[in-house]
């Protein structure tokens, strides 16, 4: 079973960039499509971005549409979340998820996440 390790969260001013990192281990990283969810103070986690296996198929919520992409490199077993243009409603607790890449059901693995705090 694969596990998952983020990195590359911090603050960062409005309009600025970040990128965040997720490497995976123990176990077949092109078994697995992989996303990134988020947390907010107070809110539900949400889905943010999602990779399939081979990188060529990629899918964003609405709200970071157009500023974050999602990418992969199997080579290194890593996914990473480009974020551009971050805005303060963007701060919150990324996660990175993996799931079967035959499953059409919810992502179960989950990394500990990385905080994002995006000052006005």
């Known amino acids: 079973q694969v596990q998952l390790v983020e990195s590359g969260g911090g603050l960062v001013q409005a309009g600025g960039s970040l990128r965040l990192s997720c490497v995976a281990s123990?176990?077949?990283?092109?078994?697995?499509?992989m996303a990134w969810f988020r947390q907010a103070p107070g809110k539900e986690r949400e889905f943010a971005a999602a990779?399939?296996?081979?990188?060529?198929?990629?899918y964003y919520a609405e709200s970071v549409k157009g500023r974050f992409t999602i990418s992969r490199d199997n080579a290194k077993n890593t996914v990473y979340l480009q974020m551009n243009t971050l805005e303060p409603e963007d701060t919150a607790v990324y996660y990175c998820?993996?799931?079967?890449?035959?499953?059409?059901?919810?992502?179960?693995?989950w990394g500990q996440g990385t905080q994002v705090t995006v000052s006005s």
């Open positions: 998820a993996a799931k079967d890449r035959t499953s059409a059901g919810e992502y179960n693995l």
């Open positions: 123990g176990g077949t990283f092109t078994s697995y499509s």
């Open positions: 990779v399939s296996w081979s990188g060529a198929s990629t």
